[in-house]
């Protein structure tokens, strides 16, 4: 695999290009995979907000962490149970459902639905996308999952810098399991090696 050395800036400049080229009038679902606290998912994606703006599109900020299930569903077989992380925890009929569906009819989308830490329900209201609006998606595990994205982008770690930067040691298998189960790699449309957050590089076929 090739990689083209890039810069976070010029980075986000270049997703918003090819954003704001496949959006055209209508509404898009753009997904920033990528293993939780290893990868900069939330930080690439709130990145993009200001240069969509700039380019004119009306821009929705979603995280898939407020799409989680309840603690009682989540930790069912223990808090530290890789396999229940992988398969488990993400509410993807809740995201399907709240998110991407309403995006592709009425525009109006539920932007948080789970409180996590509180183990309660966030109570948000519907927030309407415009035509030609984007709603940027940040999680982990998107991929493979029956979602459909409009653009995916997933950021991809070595194996040897996934088990060193992974905050949850005790959740590298389920990540390890993406990666060969899935491959997340071959469904995105964009790869960007971050084995160093600093310096990202642009997989090129």
């Known amino acids: 695999m090739r990689y083209r050395p890039i810069s976070p800036a010029i980075l986000a400049e270049e997703l918003a290009d090819r954003i704001d080229a496949l959006a055209g009038p209508r509404r898009i679902a753009v997904a920033v995979d990528g293993a939780a606290g290893a990868t900069e998912t939330t930080e690439l994606a ?49 995201l399907r459902r709240e998110v991407l569906d309403p995006l592709k009819g009425s525009g109006e989308v539920l932007p948080s639905l789970w409180d996590a830490e509180r ?3 966030t109570r948000a209201e519907r927030v309407p996308v415009p035509e030609g609006g984007v709603m940027l998606l940040d999680g982990e595990l998107l991929l493979g999952a029956g979602l459909a994205f409009d653009l995916a982008v997933h950021l991809w770690l070595s194996p040897a810098a996934l088990r060193r930067r992974v905050p949850d040691a005790w959740a590298v298998p389920a990540y390890e399991r993406y990666e060969e189960e899935v491959d997340p790699g071959s469904l995105a449309d964009v790869v960007v090696r971050v084995d160093d957050p600093r310096h990202p590089a642009l997989y090129t076929p």
Not at 55 to 78: I, K, Q, W, Y
């Open 46 to 94: 709130d990145a993009l907000v200001d240069p969509l703006r700039l380019r004119g599109r009306a821009t929705l900020r979603v995280s898939a962490r407020d799409f989680l299930r309840p603690a009682s569903l989540r930790f069912e077989h223990g808090r530290t149970n890789p396999d229940a992380r992988y398969t488990d925890w993400l509410d993807l009929g809740a």
């Open 119 to 121: 183990d309660r329900a």
